[in-house]
């Protein structure tokens, strides 16, 4: 499916050619047929002598209505480039034409329209010559030039047959899988609720699948699903879309939204760019303002895809930008819009209304604002403009950090040659995988690139294992006595989310970084030693317990005698077990005491409180907290006063 785009000055003919091709009167709006000119996007289709249908959007030509040109020109496939043959080469032509170049749209016909009105042939020369100077060095230089005339029909079958020969050299839409539309239309239709239309690319869309409309973040349905006035089960990549959405209201959206499949388009309002500074010659009519360099901090209309928001110049690397130069710019937004790599862009000064440059998008999320003159900068963003498959990987893995590995493909926008360049990368050990299931997936590229491991930057990781090493040693020198650091407490002060924070702990784990014990975490070389001092007051708690050990002292006792941290220390090294909140046992004597009153059950079939108090001639006390102790381990379970095996 194809659409193609009209462009050209106000007033030559684009929509009346349009409706001589198709039948259809693109002019929807009273105000535009009252005023016999363009305002906003109009739309309509044609079948090419081939019997393909092609989707059609006329766009305004009036410098007051350029925006509006800007919403639908940026997905089309093909411009339609008109030039009325009574006036040739004029203002908006110059600037349509800088925009399509900047847009990179280099498939189309040239239509010289109005050919009737020009009685002498040697002027339709002229005019046909003065379009391909204007045409020289631009995207358009090689396309055909079509003389034309909505009114007589002439060469309008020639024309349809230019636009099918280019249609059939240029590539079909690619289907990445991630379906977007963004917005140029919104409307209600009576019974059937909130319709937006718009060119679907990367991806199909089908009836009743779940989307996401960004950036308003709402969710919605497809209800329906149609593409030139007919209704469609699923629309493929290229295709002008009309989509009937269910659970948002018309009210709720806008041009340049984009509507796509949930979880994976970020909106951003901070975006990297290459930016081209059209030269002066382009607005003649402005005298010496086009001369200026653009200057740092600049205010700019920026457009994309549909969107139009305003913007703030941010020059990186340089003081200023001369016409006709190319530069590293960061462009601060006063709204989010939601874009990927790869996305092109037009800027336009908003007074005078002017286009004064445009490009490729390369960072759609640099997460901060750059430090205008750092190296490391520029060459991060040479590296994504060089388009090595393995350096875009890495920039895009060294920013999303931690990530997993089927969004950091998705955001580096690499196609089937993702899995090859996330298999070097891992291969050099500049990308690292965490989390348990890290290893097994390494062996199948094609498995793991779809996959939620997580992964991470070589240097995200070398930081994060020293900020580990810091915490930990902060905690075993504040606290010497305790085993490990809580997991918990870790986690906190790392500020991670818990998937990553588990998945890192994984990983640090098995590089030795740490001792994972559970509901603990300590350094591999930290051991818990008691002072001199310490051991001489444990010494003599124990032998209190080797004197009498089935009424050894009690939890408080052990603790004004030994301090809360050193008792700690002798239950976690199980020098004492803990059978209740204030009995305690040497674990020699515990363990005999649970051999004897298995051994009284295997003999008796059961074991009761009195029993066992006088099977070790101690008090009530400890007799019925060490039966409570084996009810609640497992040992022994109770049956009225008497205990049984369990």
């Known amino acids: 499916m194809r659409v193609i785009g009209t462009a050209g000055h106000v007033d030559h003919g684009k929509s009346a050619l349009v409706l001589a091709l198709t039948g259809i009167d693109p002019d929807r709006l009273r105000e535009e047929k009252e005023r016999g000119?363009?305002?906003?996007?109009?739309?309509?289709?044609?079948?090419?002598?081939?019997?393909e249908s092609v989707g059609v959007i006329d766009v305004p030509g009036h410098r007051d209505f350029i925006e509006n040109m800007l919403a639908g020109v940026g997905s089309i496939d093909a411009t339609l480039f008109v030039v009325a043959a009574d006036e040739s080469v004029m203002p908006q032509t110059r600037e349509h034409l800088a925009i399509l170049d900047l847009l990179e749209i280099d498939t189309g016909v040239v239509a010289i329209t109005k050919a009737d009105l020009v009685e002498n042939e040697e002027w339709l020369d002229l005019v046909v010559e003065d379009v391909s100077e204007t045409l020289a060095g631009t995207v358009l230089e090689d396309v055909p030039v079509v003389l034309t005339s909505a009114e007589t029909e002439r060469g309008l079958a020639r024309l349809l047959g230019a636009l099918e020969d280019v249609l059939a050299e240029s590539q079909p839409h690619p289907d990445r899988g991630r379906p977007r539309l963004p917005i140029d239309r919104v409307f209600s239709v009576s019974g059937f609720g909130t319709v937006v239309t718009g060119t679907l690319i990367d991806g199909c869309f089908e009836t009743g699948q779940e989307v996401e409309i960004q950036p308003p973040g709402l969710k919605a349905r497809i209800r329906g699903l149609e593409t030139h006035k007919k209704r469609i089960e699923r629309a493929v990549p290229g295709s002008r879309v009309a989509i009937n959405l269910s659970g948002v209201d018309k009210g709720q959206l806008k041009r340049g939204d984009v509507v796509t499949s949930p979880g994976w388009l970020r909106a951003t309002s901070l975006v990297d760019v290459r930016m081209r500074y059209l030269p002066d010659i382009l607005w003649p009519d402005l005298g010496q303002f086009a001369q200026r360099p653009l200057r740092h901090n600049t205010r700019l209309k920026f457009y994309t895809g549909a969107a139009e928001v305003m913007g703030r110049v941010r020059l990186l690397?340089?003081?200023?930008?001369?016409?006709?130069q190319v530069g590293w710019v960061q462009i601060e937004l006063k709204e989010p819009v939601a874009m990927v790599r790869g996305d092109h862009y037009i800027?336009?000064?908003?007074?005078?209304?002017?286009?004064?440059g445009g490009g490729i998008i390369f960072d759609p999320q640099p997460g901060r604002k750059h430090r205008r003159f750092q190296s490391p900068v520029i060459d991060r963003l040479e590296t994504l403009a060089e388009g090595s498959p393995t350096g875009i990987l890495l920039q895009t893995l060294r920013r999303e950090s931690p990530v997993p590995v089927k969004e950091l493909i998705e955001a580096a926008r690499l196609g089937d040659t993702g899995p090859r360049a996330l298999e070097q990368l891992l291969r050099e050990e500049q990308a690292l995988l965490v989390g348990r299931a890290a290893v097994r997936e390494v062996d199948d590229m094609d498995r793991l690139a779809s996959s939620r491991t997580l992964i991470v930057s070589r240097e995200w990781w070398l930081r994060l294992a020293q900020r580990i090493v810091d915490a930990l040693a902060s905690h075993h020198e504040a606290l010497p006595l305790r085993k490990g650091m809580p997991r918990e407490a870790l986690r906190s002060s790392l500020r991670l989310a818990p998937h990553v924070f588990d998945a890192a702990m994984a990983r640090a784990h098995d590089e030795d970084v740490l001792v994972d014990e559970g509901a603990t975490v300590r350094l591999p070389s930290h051991v818990v030693e008691l002072k001199p001092e310490q051991k001489q007051r444990v010494a003599a708690l124990m032998a209190q317990f080797r004197?009498?050990?089935?009424?050894?002292?009690?939890?408080?006792?052990c603790v004004e005698q030994v301090g809360e941290e050193v008792f700690a220390v002798l239950i976690s090294r199980r020098d004492l077990v803990q059978v209740s909140s204030d009995v305690v046992f040497l674990p020699e004597?515990?363990?005999?005491?649970?051999?004897r009153v298995r051994g009284r059950i295997d003999r008796e079939g059961s074991v009761t409180l009195g029993e066992a108090r006088d099977m070790f001639s101690s008090s009530r006390k400890y007799a019925q907290a060490f039966l409570e102790h084996l009810d609640d381990v497992g040992v022994t379970k109770r049956l009225g006063d008497k205990r049984v095996l369990a």
Do not use: C, H
């Not at 690397?317 to 006709?324: R, S, T």
């Not at 004597?589 to 051999?595: A, K, L, Q, R, S």
């Open 37 to 51: 000119l363009t305002i906003d996007l109009g739309f309509a289709w044609l079948t090419l002598p081939n019997g």
């Open 317 to 324: 690397g340089q003081k200023a930008l001369m016409p006709e």
């Open 347 to 356: 800027v336009r000064l908003p007074s005078p209304a002017t286009t004064v």
């Open 547 to 557: 004197r009498d050990p089935y009424a050894t002292p009690s939890v408080k006792e």
């Open 589 to 595: 004597t515990y363990e005999e005491m649970v051999g």
